[in-house]
């Protein structure tokens, strides 16, 4: 529940600075916290489950966060400059790790599959628009917002699903069988 909640935050708050609303101190902020250090102690307590799904999205993600707070960090700093390229590039890295948690996502149920589509969409759209028309941003962000509010409504089912004692909110079944 805790890795959700912090991939939906981070998300959602980087998406209103990439949309002009606000800065980048909030997402650096919650982007080393929240979606890099709490999504890594969700990946690692996953593991401990047998959930190597879980495990591997939590921990990649965690790291995203971290990475990505470090590059910004650095520039801020004059450290390293990375260019709008390089960060490109940065992106693309992670669009290719999602394609295979989006593969993923099929064999675990519908709400998992909308929220790593929406990911990955994303992930697409930010790619082209640090390559091509800045518009694309724009685009991705919108994709990025959806994406953080699914995330969001699997913590919800999680929470008031144990709560209730019954299902109130439904995950779907999955798309592809496995075994």
Known sequence: MVGLAGFGMTTLLLQF????????????????????????????MEQKTGNNFGFAAFSSYGAFWI????IWVLNSLGVYE????????????????TAIFWIGSMFIHQAMF????????????LDLG???????????????????LSAWYMMAAIILNDLAGREILKYGTPLLKGK
Do not use: E, K, R, Y
């Open 17 to 44: 600075h990439n949309l002009g609303w606000c800065g980048l101190g909030p997402v650096i902020s919650m982007g080393f916290i929240f979606g890099g250090l709490a999504q890594l102690i969700a990946g690692f």
């Open 82 to 97: 990375s260019s709008h390229t390089d960060v490109g590039f940065f992106l693309v890295g992670w669009t290719l790790l």
């Open 114 to 125: 909308i929220t790593f589509t929406t990911l990955l969409l994303g992930f697409i759209f």
């Open 130 to 148: 640090h390559f091509g028309p800045h518009v694309m941003n724009i685009v991705a962000a919108i994709v990025l917002i959806v994406c953080a």
């Open 67 to 70: 990475g990505l707070g470090i």
